[in-house]
């Protein structure tokens, strides 16, 4: 099984690393002159030299050739990718490997892929994990979620390696569903941490975002059981208790009241703007997101965001 990955970004990269433990890895990106030149990603992973067996390329079409294909770009630019690029992914094993929900249609990186390129066999994988520790060779576990459970068995063979253990799961609602929620939750958790509101605030919205993350898990037909694997209660914990979160980050200078560098890519942001709509529509109740929704769109503050949440009306756990 040939594997590419498309998308040149920290995420990208490190799987790229990982798998050349298993033989030859082509990485697609639009920019990788000094790449190829230096062998390094110095822009995101400056301190993890590229294996000779990685392959880097700027022609999509020879990225494109292989039978199993990473999708390592950002959420909200999935589907324009994939229309463009659609002649040359058909019939192949498609991987997304970016987490969040479309603002437009509310709908998650699988379904974006069975919609614009439905002769591919789509997956996603996903989990708690940062780009660094997969780079340099550090344990990490990740969830692969595939309806055809042969494809799942399959790809979880030839995608796992020496430091990278993942685990299959035939729910791939689920598996969306933790990815790009706990990046909502994220958000809120670093904000409250900003704000100076503690260590007890942030383990109550912790634990209420999971509730919520359950919830809607309900909602859309997928089982809160996954929810609490990997790809949801694990990269939970991680994004919501470190800053090498981007969107635990983005919460911190949103509680701090400073600016963020708008070049960094949070898809937390955008996840929370298509849930809210999507609990809007639905008539769910997920009072967290929606407070981010708020801060993201600078409608309100923490001060408020936290007095409301506050005075919600007391219930059973």
Known sequence: MSVSVLGAGAFGTALAISLCGRGPVTLWGRDIGEMRTTRVNAARLPDCPLPDALWITDDIAEAAAATTILLAVPMQKLRGFLTDHAALLQGKRLVACCKGMEIDTGLGPVSIIAEEVPTATAAILTGPSFAADIARGLPTALTLGCADEAAAKA?????????????RTVDTVGAELGGALKNVIAIACGAAMGAGLGESARAALLTRGFAEMQRLARTLDAEPDTLAGLSGFGDLVLTCTSDQSRNYRLGLSIGEGRQFDRTVTVEGAATALA?????????????????????????QDVTSAMTSLLARPLKEE
């Not at 790809?155 to 685990?167: D, M």
């Not at 008539?283 to 981010?292: F, K, R, S």
């Open 275 to 299: 849930v809210h709509a999507l609990a809007q529509r639905s008539g769910l109740d997920l009072p967290i997101t929606a407070v981010v929704a708020g801060l993201v769109e600078n409608r």
């Open 155 to 167: 790809l979880q063979q030839a995608l796992t390696t020496e430091n990278l253990r993942l685990y």
